[in-house]
């Protein structure tokens, strides 16, 4: 199962006037894994950045200047994310921008259908609690001490670990980064102890006397062929 983890910086708050998005990050998880296939893209919006973005992401209007405009990058960011469901936090936001942006170069929208919110499932899984992304790492423990400032991509990447603490957690037993030797499951551990005399179940007298007389009663057994 392929899933894509995604996630958009922008202008603004509204693409209805005149907001656009400036940075796509993707992350590609496979059953529930990061695969190490990113996708990230800077992008020049053709218009100003206002004061209160360039303090959200940092990106400023002369940094993306050199940057393609979405029209020339949407065939590339389409073929990596595929079919397949979205995994996007305030979904639809991003959704949003996206269908904006694909609409403004002459394609058709992204099926909302396809996005799967981690913000509602995390109010469900943690009621009144904060559900924003730096809320959720903090109540993981997953490392988002470089995280200064939003960007596509490092948002992408904590959100893939936020998903799949929020889906249940990562597996026992899975081969991980830093582990030294071959993932071993928890049921493979145990049976690795003490081996046990193989115990034999040969039927007794009376069970092959039973079956023998249900044989006879038979029309061509396959048992005696």
């Known amino acids: 199962m392929r899933e894509i983890v995604l996630d958009t910086e922008t202008t603004g708050l509204n693409p209805k006037t005149g907001d656009r998005v ?12 990061p695969t190490g296939q990113t996708y990230h893209q800077y992008i020049n919006p053709q218009r100003d950045m206002p004061e209160e973005a360039f303090r959200v992401h940092g990106l400023s209007q002369e940094f993306l200047a050199d940057f393609p405009v979405f029209a020339d990058v949407a065939a ?3 073929d990596f994310i595929g079919d397949d469901p979205l995994i996007i936090h305030n979904a639809q936001f991003d959704m ?3 269908n904006a942006e694909l609409t403004l ?3 058709p929208p992204l099926s909302p259908e396809r996005a ?3 913000v509602p499932l995390a109010r469900r899984k943690f009621p009144g609690a904060q559900a924003n992304l730096d809320a959720l790492c903090r109540r993981f423990n997953i490392d988002n001490t470089n995280r200064t400032l939003h960007g596509a991509l490092l948002d992408s990447q904590l959100l893939a670990e936020v998903y799949l603490e929020l889906i249940g957690g990562r597996q026992p037993g899975l081969l991980i980064e830093g582990h030294k030797g071959p993932a071993v499951s928890q049921d493979a551990q145990a049976a690795s102890g003490p081996a046990r005399t193989a115990r034999h179940f040969a039927p007794s007298a009376e069970e092959l006397a039973a079956h023998a007389e249900f044989l006879g009663k038979l029309k ?3 048992w005696l062929r």
């Open 22 to 33: 400036v940075e796509i990050g993707c992350v590609e998880l496979v059953n529930h894994l």
């Open 76 to 78: 590339a960011f389409l």
């Open 96 to 98: 949003g921008f996206l």
């Open 105 to 107: 170069c002459g394609r």
């Open 116 to 118: 799967v919110d981690t």
């Open 220 to 222: 061509e057994p396959i």
